[in-house]
């Protein structure tokens, strides 16, 4: 029988190479009072949404706004709740990229597990992802942290300036409906906390119910002294395919059953906050 270590044993012996640091030009530092919600955008997966998201943080559009919903087990979203904040230079409307073209496999870590919504599913880069090799399309997938872009009935009607993050079990049958941009990478427990909303889909009815966001910036816009320095585990090594196996297969002295098996969702991208 084989054994496999385990995801702490393999969290321990890594090394330093087996770590990245988050790009200061694709990290939004939401403030938050009770504290900040760090994400990492993923433009080579939905460019002109996460361009124009940059756009809308950079005039600070999102400073003094709320959070506007907490659906429970769902979703917590943000933005405007009067729509009627004004855009400078960022676009009101963006072309919905619900899945992109891939040219290679070559940061691509595929599980070798069947997936429910897609031919192939895996990791590219830290980022859960799924893809559809006959038509040589990709998209990132609605796993816990995801960050998308609400819209409306028309693709192009989202831009960016309401988003939201997946607080509860993946809802994954939102894929390729929705635009993703990216995924929370500290800070989830803020948002998952919120009081949840009593108007349908999770919504606040009152100001009151708001809890109100300070200020939205990139990372790069921030000092460097100030800034929450994280590194995440990378997806294209040999540590990473070990870690996979180890949640395929728990084992110890609790684990009676090894399944053999994993979805997506449930496979583990550590964080660490380094010093």
């Known amino acids: 029988m084989h054994t496999y270590r385990s995801m702490g044993d393999i969290l321990n012996q890594s090394k330093a190479e087996d770590w990245r640091a988050l790009d200061p030009a694709n990290t939004l530092y939401l403030e938050t009072e009770k504290g900040r919600v760090v994400i990492e955008l993923a433009p080579e997966f939905a460019p002109k949404n996460v361009a124009n998201i940059r756009a809308l943080v950079k005039e600070g559009y999102f400073d003094g706004l ?3 919903r907490s659906h429970d087990n769902y979703v917590a979203q943000w933005g405007d709740p009067n729509e009627k904040r004004e855009f400078k230079k960022a676009a009101k409307k963006v072309d919905g990229e619900f899945t992109v073209k891939f040219k290679s496999d070559a940061s691509f870590t ?7 919504y897609a031919p192939q599913v895996g990791h590219v880069n830290g980022f859960p ?7 040589q399309t990709t998209w990132l997938t609605h796993c816990y942290g995801a960050v998308g ?7 192009d009607s989202g831009n960016g300036s309401s988003l939201y993050a997946v607080i509860g079990h993946a809802p994954r049958h939102l894929d390729r409906n929705i635009t993703v941009v990216g995924r929370v990478m500290f800070g989830i427990e803020l948002l998952a906390s919120l009081p949840r909303g009593k ?11 708001r809890t109100p966001i300070k200020s939205v910036r990139l990372a790069a816009d921030v000092l460097e002294s100030d800034r929450t320095k994280l590194v995440v585990f990378r997806t294209d090594t040999a540590n990473f395919q070990a870690l996979i ?14 399944a053999n ?6 496979v583990p991208i550590p964080v660490r906050l380094i010093p």
């Open 66 to 68: 709320a959070m506007i």
């Open 110 to 116: 595929r599980l070798p597990d069947s997936d429910g």
């Open 129 to 135: 992802v799924a893809r559809d090799p006959k038509t």
């Open 149 to 155: 872009v609400a819209r409306g009935n028309e693709t």
């Open 199 to 209: 108007a349908p889909l999770g919504f606040y009815e009152t100001e009151e119910e």
């Open 245 to 258: 196996e180890a949640q395929r297969n728990r084992g110890g002295e609790w684990y009676k059953f090894a």
């Open 261 to 266: 098996h994993i979805e997506l969702c449930n």
